[in-house]
């Protein structure tokens, strides 16, 4: 079992991943939901170093196997939980810098010398993070436009595809507002460490491009809290 599974308290649901070699107690959470709580399995890979070396290692190699040319295809994340992880995938795949959409606004990436720099921001909804918004800035929205071959989608977990239809809108955006050709910015895969329940449709036909390397159980409404 991995060494980390001791640092967290209470009921436990083992993480498998057997082509990995990789088994993990993740601790169950219970979040905040209307009438009640919903409870989840939890995946934190923020500060996680080797989970993320060996899940970012994992994924590129999916990804080798999957897109046939990487040139020209720009890589995007939404902080905070999959941050790392992308990183430790563009690290493994030699790709120097890909683009983020922030899950709040800052203000000191907005302005400088008076002068406002654009950026673009939609709603977005998770199981884990609930209603939020993500930001993409100009330095993401350039590095966006300069795709000529599509994108890849690095994420966490997919559970609603919450996240991932809101990375979607933002490439929409992008196409529209520096006048692309669509094809430029297209989807060429998701790739996540793990997929929570049963796989949803997602919008556009997003779920055929999903690709995971373990599963998590579906989250449970839980109508009042559990007794200790």
């Known amino acids: 079992m991995d060494i980390f599974s001791s640092l967290e308290s209470g009921e436990k649901y083992i993480f498998d991943i057997p082509e ?4 993990a107690e993740l601790p169950y959470v219970l979040l905040p939901a209307e009438g009640g709580f919903i409870k989840i399995a939890s995946l934190n890979l923020v500060g996680m170093i080797e989970w993320n070396r060996l899940f970012g290692h994992a994924l590129a190699r999916k990804i080798r196997e999957t897109v046939v040319n ?31 959409a922030y899950n ?18 939609v709603g977005a909804g998770s199981v884990t993070s609930g ?3 993500l930001v993409v800035y100009e330095r993401d929205v350039n590095l966006l436009s300069g795709a000529k071959s599509g994108v890849v989608i690095i994420d966490d977990v997919v559970s ?30 998701i790739y996540c460490v793990a997929k929570e329940g049963e796989m ?21 409404f839980l109508n009042e809290t559990p007794k200790e």
């Open 20 to 23: 990995l070699g990789f088994k």
């Open 160 to 189: 609603t595809g919450g996240t991932i239809a809101a990375l979607a809108t933002i490439l929409d955006e992008v196409t529209e507002r520096k006048s692309l050709d669509k094809r430029a910015l297209k989807i060429l895969g």
């Open 70 to 100: 990487l040139e020209g295809v720009v890589f995007f994340t939404a902080v905070e939980k999959a941050l790392q992880l992308g990183q430790a995938v563009c690290q493994e795949l030699g790709v120097p810098a890909m683009a983020i």
């Open 131 to 133: 209603d939020k918004y």
């Open 104 to 121: 709040r606004r800052k203000p000191h990436m907005e302005i400088e010398y008076g002068h406002r720099r654009p950026y673009i921001q």
């Open 200 to 220: 949803k449709p997602l919008y556009g036909g997003l779920s055929k491009k999903i690709h995971w390397l373990g599963n998590l159980p579906s989250p449970l």
